[in-house]
């Protein structure tokens, strides 16, 4: 795992227990003290601080004219923060559910992932799009979309997914540094799910590094977001069975940390990939690629994956039987090791 803590020499540093959504509050409200070029926009994050009050009670203390409530018009506010950007300001864009993004998908794949090379770097896009995506809160249609395959496959843009209290205020602040722009996708079902010790201070995780949160000795085990806690719950099952199983939290979807994946697998010599994004066209493809350049030869068996169906995510209840679970991840961990 790394990680850089700005703050942690200092005698006053301490650790506060927080919920992913607390976290990543207080990340906004550190850049927005130390950089007054930091803006934060979207479609009710000031007065009501957004659906699940993500920036409640930063309006109030640093004014309506850099937390800014917006029309309701996706492509407005991803355009507008383009002009921003290019213009000496660093906006930390708020889309409401990742599924509301597509309206603005022609700005980000036609300028915020082009205008570095456009302009042959005289004018960057130093952004943060964030947006809350996945199933299992039972929300209505296009509020449970993980289309995060959209944006790894366009250059120029970073993805990371946190799947922690700790990485997401951590890989934000990262993201809200960056030079280049970074689409932050955070896991609703993460949102309040735990509580874990989080620097108060400043401190960053660094974007394009994923982490080993399991050792183990099988097989490997490689997820995101809300898919780390079902990998665990599926390795604590395996373990019944003697078998060892090895996670990664990927953090980053884009750039992939190619070194993680590639020493765990020689390691463990098998691989199961687990996302709830659909099958096909998933970045289980990619993964399944990177291994296959750098450790073929390694393998006792083929890569499984463990994914959401090519369906619509249903609604309400019915998601339920669209997600990957403990079990459904616990039988590609038992047909691998048995290959």
């Known amino acids: ?8 020499n200092e005698k006053n540093e301490t650790t506060k227990q927080m919920t992913m959504i607390q976290a990543i509050n207080d990340g906004m409200r550190i850049m927005l003290e130390e950089d007054n070029r930091t803006i934060i926009l979207g479609e009710d994050i000031g007065k009501n601080g957004g659906v699940f009050r993500a920036t409640e009670g930063l309006q109030e203390k640093f004014g ?3 937390v800014v409530d ?3 018009s996706e492509a407005g506010i991803i355009g507008t923060s383009i002009g921003l950007a290019v213009n000496g300001f660093r ?3 708020e889309i409401q559910f990742l599924g509301f993004i597509y309206p603005a998908y022609e700005q980000i794949m036609t300028h915020v992932s082009r205008i570095r090379t456009r302009s042959m770097s005289h004018f960057t896009v130093p952004m943060v799009i964030r947006a809350p995506y996945g199933a299992g809160i039972r929300a209505p249609e296009i509020h449970s979309d993980s289309t995060e395959i959209l944006f790894t496959h366009m250059p120029g843009i970073k993805v990371v997914c946190p799947s922690s ?3 997401a205020k951590g890989l934000l602040i990262a993201a809200m540094e960056d030079p280049d722009p970074v689409l932050v996708l955070e896991t609703m079902r993460n ?3 735990k509580r874990e010790e989080v620097p108060v201070g400043k401190y960053t995780v660094e974007i394009g590094k994923g982490k080993i949160v ?3 000795t099988d097989v490997t085990l490689i997820a995101w977001g809300a898919m780390v806690t079902i990998a665990e719950k599926a390795a604590e099952q395996a373990v019944q069975q003697g078998i060892s199983c090895e996670i990664i939290d990927l953090r980053t979807l884009y750039p992939i940390d190619r070194d993680i994946l590639s020493q765990s697998v020689q390691k463990t010599t098998r691989a199961v990939i687990v996302h709830e994004a659909h099958n096909t066209g998933g ?3 990619d993964i399944i690629s990177i291994i296959n350049d750098t450790s073929f030869l390694y393998l006792r068996a083929p890569i499984e994956r463990v994914t959401g169906f090519d369906v619509p995510v249903p609604f309400f209840s019915l998601e339920e039987h669209y997600l990957p679970t403990p079990a459904r991840v616990l039988k590609g961990i038992e047909k691998v090791v048995h290959f």
């Open 1 to 8: 795992m790394t990680t850089h803590l700005i703050e942690s």
């Open 64 to 66: 309506n004219d850099r």
């Open 70 to 72: 917006t029309p309701l």
């Open 91 to 93: 906006p930390v864009v």
């Open 165 to 167: 209290p700790y990485d």
């Open 191 to 193: 949102y309040r799910s």
């Open 214 to 216: 399991r050792e183990g």
């Open 283 to 285: 970045l289980g493809n």
